[in-house]
């Protein structure tokens, strides 16, 4: 586990429902029910955060929901116990994930490659645990190509990224880096927060 990302989390936790939590998720919630409608089968979610996203899930499905703080699961346990199916918490690192190869039919991710430390090693190993052909569904938010915002994000990053997320990321590149094929991108706020649809090579392919 890697203890200074767990101890920057562990300290976000305390405040993140505050800045993260009401208006921008009121926001983001119909695009965010958007994804996770096509949830079936054994689902990965990373990070679970303070459970935010949970409210935006589907019910009935089999969801195993991840993240590498303590600090944060400790809050998402009540919004966890509300969820009408079977939604389990496990504190993981995603760099270090002892499930089984293949184990998930498909993973879904929500503000969470601006966070983990190295993106394309942590998209890797979702890989592996992800069935061949399966789905990869992503609600980000990246580094934009458009002036100033593109700018902006760069000056804004080095203090963004001692508090909690990197904001200049390019995910997309990041998910083909670790050999997903992207099948869909819709920007939800110009071109930095978005969804990224993608696909694992299947049997065939790999
Ligand atoms: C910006 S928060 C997003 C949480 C939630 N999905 C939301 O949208 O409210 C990023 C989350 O990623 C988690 N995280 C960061 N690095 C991680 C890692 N290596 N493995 C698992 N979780 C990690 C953090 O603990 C934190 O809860």
Redo the contacts with the bound molecule.
Sequence with gaps: ??EK??R???S??KL?DLT??FGP?KR?QPHKQRLFSGMYGKVL?????????FASFPPGQDITA????A???EKAKPRAATYQGELQLRQ?????MDFQTASFDQIY????F?????PVA?LQALRRVLKPGGRLGM?EHTGSRTFPFGLMLNVMNPLCRHL??EINRDTEANVEAAGFAIEKITNVYLDVVKTIEARAPSDEQT
């Design positions: 586990m890697n990302t767990q920057k989390w562990d976000a936790a993140y993260g939590g998720e983001w979610f990373l990070a679970a955060g303070t459970g935010l996203d991840i993240d590498i703080s600090g944060m699961l993981m690192d995603v760099h270090k991710t929500s503000c969470t601006c966070s983990v430390p190295d942590g609600f909690g997320p």
